[in-house]
């Protein structure tokens, strides 16, 4: 799937789509102190409503207490969540590289996969299913390195040209929504594409993106968030409600 080609087709039923002025309130977050005390908070916070859509059972109040005060809870509620909250620290220590993706995933999977199938691409096909329903099929094992190197080529590419703050997020939500299509790892993907989005951000929008809020927006719309991405890629497109995101 080639991002721009999608861009082209897509981004001006994007733009109609939108109800609010993303750039406006996405300008809100440069009023956050970036201090090490505002990054563990929202990264907190990222990675435990990341993790709720993956089924964790603590909730977001708790993990965020946990992460910012000295109280202690039983290693099996946190173990998978910390593992998530390092990759953000990575993230926004490195560049975003394809390198540095499959570094992410092996922070990420440490309590889900072996280690050999942390941070390497699959070579088994794939499928997503719902209440035992095959959802949709993912990338065909043949093809899912390929598409996942020509992914990482088009990022480059995009990291390299002048965006507007509209089609930064047009192609944040796009990356998150392609890297899903093509499932690369045996797991850890919805946590790794949720982290890709705001990786993508960061790196054209600057450290504050990473204060805004996409993850807690998707857990507090799950069913929609899951519904958008069931549908075929040609009609699917994120409604963001800013306000909810920063």
Same mark, same amino acid.
């Given at each position: ?138 990338? =065909? ?6 598409? %996942? &190197? /020509? ?6 590419? *995009? #990291?390299? +040209? ?14 998150? =929504? ?6 690369? %790892? &045996? /797991? ?6 949720? *982290? #890709?989005? +705001? ?33 075929? #890629? ?13």
């Amino acid at each position: 799937m080639k991002l721009y080609n999608l861009y082209t087709s897509l981004y001006p039923t994007y733009l109609k789509k939108q109800e609010v002025n993303i750039s406006y309130y996405f300008g809100k977050t440069k009023k956050i102190e970036l201090t090490p005390e505002s990054f563990n908070f929202y990264n907190a916070v990222s990675a435990m409503a990341s993790s709720k859509i993956e089924s964790e059972v603590m909730d977001i109040d708790s993990y965020v207490r946990y992460k910012t005060t000295n109280v202690k809870y039983i290693k099996a509620l946190t173990e998978k969540p910390n593992d998530l909250f390092r990759s953000y620290e990575f993230a926004q220590k490195n560049k975003l590289t394809k390198a540095n993706v499959l570094k992410a995933h092996k922070l990420i999977s440490k309590n889900l996969l072996h280690t050999y199938w942390r941070g390497r691409v699959r070579d088994s096909d794939m499928v997503i299913r719902e209440n035992n329903k095959i959802i949709y099929e993912a990338c =065909l094992k043949e093809n899912v390195q390929k598409e %996942f &190197d /020509d992914f990482f080529i088009e990022i480059a590419l *995009l #990291l390299k +040209k002048d965006l507007s703050v509209n089609e930064v997020f047009f192609f944040a939500s796009l990356i998150h =929504l392609v890297f899903l299509n093509i499932h690369p %790892f &045996d /797991d850890g993907n919805g946590r790794t594409g949720r *982290l #890709l989005e +705001k990786w993508f951000l960061s790196e054209k929008l600057g450290k504050t993106a990473w204060f805004v809020q996409s993850d807690l927006y998707y857990w507090n719309h799950k069913t929609q968030f899951y519904k958008n991405l069931r549908q075929p #890629l040609k009609t699917n497109f994120f409604k963001i409600n800013a306000k909810k995101l920063v």
